[in-house]
């Protein structure tokens, strides 16, 4: 391994870390201090949109600022990224996930790690994961294409609005969902959940790439094509 590479890892392993904690942690907060489940739920979206826009600028320039598996599917599927560093991202990713959730319990007293026992079934919760990560990928995608400063803006707001718009509360992250499955609180859900939430995700992320490169084409490709 590179140096170069390992700043990189680091970065997706820290950046994902960091993003977990702040999910679980604000939801642990937010329990503790109201039983309003809608006011829980705002802060626990304004949290986890304020600290993607924070992770994105400054960790984006290292790494790209992934934290997320089917993003970096994405990346690797457009070739933008090799396999074998897709798979090393991929890897940090899911470490640093479950990393963020011990942090966040350790913060409130709790056990390093739990089970959850939220169960979050049912086709309008995975299509809602299909949408919520077709979405992001969208966003990233046209983000970079169009205006790549405001990317970080970009997600992070997009992250706060299908926390509200989407029946899931929009995980749309495999590596987020792996590490909430360890978390018997609000942001929890149970092992038996995680599958299908991943699967919907992963076919919104591909939807979100086919459509976002057939809508964000360079012209110049577009020129060549014809």
């Not at 070739?79 to 963020?100: D, F, K, M, P, W």
């Not at 990317?151 to 707001?157: A, I, R, T």
């Not at 718009?165 to 590596?175: E, G, K, L, Q, Y």
Request: aromatic share 8%; with cysteine.
């Amino acid at each position: 391994m590179t140096r170069e590479m390992g700043r990189r890892l680091t970065a997706e392993l820290l950046g994902t870390c960091l993003l977990v904690a702040t999910v679980v942690g604000s939801g642990i907060m937010a329990q503790s201090l109201t039983k309003d489940f809608a006011v829980a739920l705002l802060a626990n979206s304004l949290a986890t949109g304020a600290i993607l826009i924070v992770l994105i600028t400054i960790l984006g320039p290292v790494s790209g600022a992934h934290f997320n598996p089917a993003v970096t599917m994405i990346f690797a599927a457009k070739r933008e990224t090799s396999l074998i560093e897709a798979i090393a991202y991929i890897l940090s990713q899911l470490a640093g996930g479950v990393l963020g959730t011990i942090a966040a319990h350790l913060m409130f007293a709790m056990p390093a790690l739990g089970s959850a026992e939220k169960v979050r079934t049912g086709v309008g919760q995975w299509f809602a994961e299909a949408v919520a990560t077709f979405g992001l990928v969208m966003v990233i995608r046209g983000g970079l294409r169009h205006q790549r400063a405001a990317v970080p803006w970009l997600v992070g707001l997009y992250i706060t609005a299908a926390y509200w718009f989407t029946a899931s509360t929009s995980f749309a992250n495999p590596a987020v969902t792996l590490a909430r499955s360890f978390t018997d609180t609000f942001s929890g859900i149970a092992p038996a959940s995680v599958p299908a939430f991943v699967i919907g995700q992963l076919f919104g992320a591909l939807a979100g790439l086919a459509v976002s490169t057939m809508l964000f084409a360079n012209p110049k490709d577009l020129q060549r094509e014809q």
